[in-house]
């Protein structure tokens, strides 16, 4: 995913765009705030609707500002052309036909439903996952089951007291690998399938930033169940 930042000085000030460089800079701001790269759009900067030498000098002199205004507050800035871009996208794309996968589950007390979280972990058809549990100062046993796992891929931190979901959650967050965060809470369990045909969808587009799927309920054994379905991508 990229963002654009438009630079469209075609409007000389006092138009529509009064301060095209300031405008330019908070999108590229938003951009590596979410660590994503910026593409400047600047096609108006010669002419806009017809042709015009003096707007296309200012235009240039605009251009050269804006530029070394991103050079001054991001000394560390990269620039290259869409090609380029589009070369390190598609050799990511490469890279990451099975990336990693991190999966995050808090638990307090929860022997009774943990068993089948963690085993339809170990049934997936995409194997390149990492889980990380944070045991919420469990009292029910939930720390002997957690201690007796064997596979290297589940990674267990103990907390000494009950903190809460949002505390357990946040550091099984500070603790994540990979590129990919998924979220699997110790009284659900997952589609054999899931991890690897959502997995299918991201690494299908890279603009795409998250996906959801149906979910179904049960509670009281299987006597009662519910089934919601998700439909489309979220983007």
Request: net charge negative; hydrophobic share 40%.
């Amino acid at each position: 995913m990229h963002v654009t930042a438009f630079f469209e000085p075609g409007i000389i000030e006092g138009g529509l765009c009064n301060n095209p460089i300031e405008r330019g800079l908070k999108t590229i701001e938003r951009a590596f705030r979410w660590h994503k790269p910026a593409i400047i759009s600047s096609h108006r900067v010669n002419f806009v609707g017809f042709l015009n030498p003096q707007q296309r000098e200012h235009g240039l002199d605009l251009l050269d500002k804006f530029l070394a205004e991103i050079i001054k507050r991001w000394p560390d800035v990269e620039f290259m052309s869409s090609v380029e871009l589009g070369d390190i996208m598609a050799g990511k794309r490469k890279m990451m036909e099975t990336p990693l996968v991190s999966i995050i589950m808090p638990v307090y007390n929860g022997a009774s439903t943990i068993r089948l979280a963690l085993q339809s972990l170990l049934v997936q058809t995409y194997s390149n996952w990492l889980c990380i549990i944070v045991n919420d100062g469990s009292t029910d046993g939930t720390k002997e089951i957690l201690d007796s796992l064997t596979d290297s891929r589940f990674k267990v931190y103990h907390l000494p007291k009950n903190m809460g979901r949002g505390y357990a959650r946040q550091v099984a967050l500070d603790h994540v690998e990979g590129e990919f965060i998924a979220y699997l809470d110790a009284d659900d369990f997952y589609h054999r399938e899931k991890i690897q045909r959502q997995m299918d969808v991201m690494i299908s587009d890279f603009t795409i930033d998250l996906v959801a799927c149906g979910l179904l309920t049960f509670w009281n054994g299987w006597g009662n169940l519910s089934m919601y379905e998700v439909k489309g991508i979220v983007m």
